[in-house]
């Protein structure tokens, strides 16, 4: 669980709220059930209508994705190509057929897979681009959703505040509810801005930085891969391997 992610909306609610109470205002105020059901009724709706079902589906499923830590195994995985180089120099490309059910990445097992079928490199290296690259555009997809979403909720948030403005009009003839309604009916601006600048806009950046540290570690893997298919040396691999690194990452990493 990414408790980080959770930390800055509850961070966020806390600094609306506080500034509410610190006001003078009542916490109570700001929540309008009618005002909710407007905004975000509104925003999923038109999210529906923008995209096909199955799109809008799989993004809340990866949406759910952003709560969990991302997983940064990239010196897991050089050592381990490392070892797989050192392998196949000294036993044969076969001898990787006893690892390759210890492998638990699907891509990495496929790619492993590839080499154990003879590919060709340059066959090797456009079917798995071509598999990184709908792994990404589908992550990708479920962000713009989210980014969608972001858009639509402070309009849905506007329509809601008209709404609630229309009701007061009609009740002009009763001056002392003017001024709780007009605070009513701008509640609905504050749930459609606040939830598209504290979620989903965030929630968006959040996949699309996830789908793009997912890629960089495709790419190594893929390098890594088709380094041990020209039977490079392993200390060349990891010399090459160590450029996906972050330097912070790279004083860890054992030398071969």
Known sequence: ????TILGVVFGLLALL????????????????????????????????QYPASKFFEAMKFGFTALKNPSNNSKDLI?????????????GILALESK???ISDPFFRKG???LLDGTE??????????????SEEHLMAAAKVFESAGGYAPTFGIIGAVMGLIHVMENLADPGKLGAGIAVAFVATIYGVGSANLIFLP????????????GITRELIVEGLLSIAAGENPRMIQEK????????????LKKK
């Open 121 to 134: 490199p340059g066959l090797l290296r456009q079917i798995l681009e071509v598999d990184s690259a709908y």
């Open 79 to 91: 050592a381990k190509i490392v070892d797989y180089a050192a392998i196949v120099r000294k036993q």
């Open 241 to 252: 391997l160590e450029g996906f690194l972050a330097e912070v990452d790279k004083k860890g």
């Open 18 to 49: 506080g500034g509410q109470i610190i006001e003078g205002g009542n916490v109570h105020s700001l929540l309008q059930f009618t005002a909710m059901m407007i905004v975000l009724g509104g925003t999923f709706g038109a999210v529906m209508v």
């Open 203 to 214: 929630l968006s950046g959040k996949l699309k930085f996830k789908t793009r540290m997912e």
């Open 1 to 4: 669980m990414d408790f980080f």
């Open 100 to 102: 390759i059910k210890q």
């Open 112 to 114: 492993v897979q590839l």
